[in-house]
């Protein structure tokens, strides 16, 4: 059993928040007297601002990726001497090549 645990610990621990948290609500929708009907037509009607909002986190994020691939990308040529074994290689530049296309279009593409 404690193996099982431990081998599953953080899953197990997932899904009982997961279930105390669905608990919790379900008994907050009864006590104020809204069901999951009501709570489908608010977020439909807040469908919008969530999309874009979703959007703009998405191209933030794509572009953190672009700038650290960019850097990933010219690091061998300026910050690689042969004493500095960790620092990016050329392997992590011909990886950065195609990461960095896709948070480009992820960055650039019109939803």
């Known amino acids: 059993m404690f193996r099982l645990l431990s081998r599953f610990g ?4 997932l899904a009982a928040f997961l279930f105390v ?3 919790v609500l379900a008994l907050l929708g009864l006590l104020l007297g809204f069901d999951l009907g009501d709570v489908d037509a608010w977020l ?3 469908g919008g601002v969530l999309n874009a909002v979703g959007v703009l986190l998405l191209r933030i ?4 990726v672009l700038l650290l691939c960019v ?3 010219v ?9 500095d074994a960790d620092r990016p290689g ?5 990886l950065a090549i195609p990461v960095g296309w896709f948070a ?3 960055m650039t593409m019109s939803y």
């Open 61 to 64: 994020l794509c572009g953190i």
């Open 104 to 106: 480009w279009v992820g």
């Open 21 to 23: 948290t669905g608990l």
């Open 44 to 46: 439909e009607a807040q």
């Open 90 to 94: 050329w392997g992590c530049a011909l």
């Open 10 to 13: 953080p899953w197990v621990l």
């Open 75 to 83: 690091a061998p040529f300026f910050w690689r001497k042969d004493k």
């Open 71 to 73: 850097l990933a990308l």
